[in-house]
């Protein structure tokens, strides 16, 4: 109703102005529910047997994932010739997951020496860019392998939004009549005026509503994806009343500070780095609770010009700061992963009895601590934790074991399980292990 007063009310206004309101009304109104299509970037330039499973594998472990993103090559235009990373892309592995995909073009920041500094004073790397386009869209073409689109994802500076056009006419022309798209970030809306021109330019755009940025002390918050500012950048983005997809976060980073509390570097996937000993770890991962409810909520109402997810990245199994598949898989859905933990004492011999713990559940979950141990029956002659357990505490009847909580762990998968305690007893013991209260499974 009081939507209805406003548009009678502005009824009554002069015609010019009247049907501006209402135009803005009506536009303000424009909601779409039902689901959105989802996608997953895979970022990765070295192509190893772990990729090349995942990629594979997504038609039978995410058949609700329509398509993929592929990490195709990275220009440093900050040296003269500008430097190309290509990834070792496998046709092989995105032909068995029979969905449709994209081969994204990273360009870092223009900032050359002795350059111009802005790609509208450098032709040559303009056309440089284009033909490196046109040769990713040819070699996914020359494989018989349908390319939906070239995704262009340039550090371009806010002050040269109005520029960054001229790159992307020049690569629609060089791999037509493949669609080019480019990411966008939310600070980009302001520009309103060279936003416009901007996406006007290209097939479309992907807005990116997380961030790899590290925080600037280390006792600050971290957060990759604000699920309230992703809110409001999706409603800022729909009023340039153009189609756009989202990208949200499916990762993880670690984050290491000097005793200073300055930002020595940043690991986001692979190895654990080896930072010095001094250093102050902190560990940033994306909330899959917090992303399922996004999904949730704009699966029921959302603007119209909302017109799919890409999450980055999708799941493999070396990737231990991402989501596990049956968590992405939850995601998706827009339903927050199920915890289930469980402790399993398992009599190995007379006398002898091992604890362990396993994760039946769908999301990776923290090792639980304390893990208190009681038994009835014959007394005990010896005891150890293991997986980084200690025996904190013990009386006749119970020992309790506590564990670290270090910021490097690897937490604990889904379907995994681990010896975290054995206790050996004078004779037959009956042998209870309780989660903390907070970890306790349901039912």
């Not at 029979?98 to 509208?120: D, E, M, N, T, V």
């Not at 000993?277 to 109402?301: H, I, Q, Y």
């Not at 025996?391 to 604990?412: C, N």
Request: some cysteine; glycine content about 8%.
């Amino acid at each position: 109703m009081p939507r209805l007063r406003n548009v009678l009310a502005a009824l009554l206004l002069p015609g010019a102005i009247a049907g501006l309101l209402i135009a803005l009304w009506l536009h303000n109104g424009r909601r779409a529910s039902g689901p959105l299509p989802q996608e997953a970037y895979v970022w990765q330039r070295s192509w190893g047997p772990e990729i090349r499973r995942s990629v594979g594998e997504t038609a039978r472990e995410t058949p609700a994932l329509s398509g993929l993103v592929a990490f195709a090559a990275e220009v440093d235009l900050g040296v003269q010739p500008p430097r190309i990373a290509r990834a070792d892309l496998n046709f092989a592995a995105l032909r068995r997951a029979g969905k449709a995909f994209g081969l994204a073009l990273r360009i870092g920041p223009f900032s050359r020496p002795g350059a111009g500094r802005a790609l509208a004073d450098d032709p040559d790397a303009v056309r440089a860019l284009a033909g490196l386009a046109k040769g990713i869209a040819a070699a996914a073409q020359a494989q018989k392998l349908p390319l939906r689109e070239i995704q262009l994802d340039y550090d371009c500076p806010e002050s040269r939004l109005g520029e960054y056009p001229l790159l992307i006419r020049a690569v629609r022309q060089a791999v037509a009549p493949v669609p080019v798209t480019i990411t966008a970030l939310p600070a980009w809306l302001r520009h309103r005026s060279d936003f416009t021109a901007l996406i006007g330019s290209a097939d479309g755009y992907v807005l990116q509503l997380h961030s790899l940025a590290p925080p600037r002390r280390f006792d600050a918050e971290v957060l990759l994806c604000d699920p309230a500012a992703a809110r409001r950048a999706v409603d800022a983005a729909a009023r340039f009343r153009r189609p756009f997809r989202v990208a949200l976060p499916t990762y993880g980073y670690v984050v290491a500070f000097d005793s200073e509390g300055k930002v020595l570097g940043l690991s986001a996937e692979g190895p654990l780095l080896a930072w010095p000993r001094a250093a102050v770890l902190r560990v940033a991962r994306s909330d899959p609770d917090t992303m399922a409810g996004l999904v949730r909520e704009w699966t029921a109402n959302r603007p119209a010009e909302l017109a799919g997810i890409l999450w980055y990245r999708l799941p493999n199994a070396a990737d231990r700061l991402n989501w596990p598949w049956p968590a992405f898989r939850a995601v998706l859905a827009g339903r927050s992963p199920r915890r289930a933990l469980r402790l399993e004492p398992r009599r190995i011999e007379p006398g002898l009895v091992e604890v362990g713990l396993a994760n039946s559940g769908e999301a990776d979950a923290l090792w639980p601590t304390p893990v208190t141990v009681t038994w009835a029956g014959a007394p005990l002659l010896a005891c150890d934790g293991l997986a980084g357990y200690r025996v904190r505490a013990a009386s006749r009847r119970e020992i309790r074991l506590e564990r670290d909580q270090t910021p490097w762990d690897h937490r604990f998968r889904p379907g995994e399980r681990r010896l975290v305690a054995w206790l050996r007893f004078a004779g037959e013991a009956d042998v209870q292990a309780t989660l903390p209260p907070v970890l306790e499974p349901p039912g």
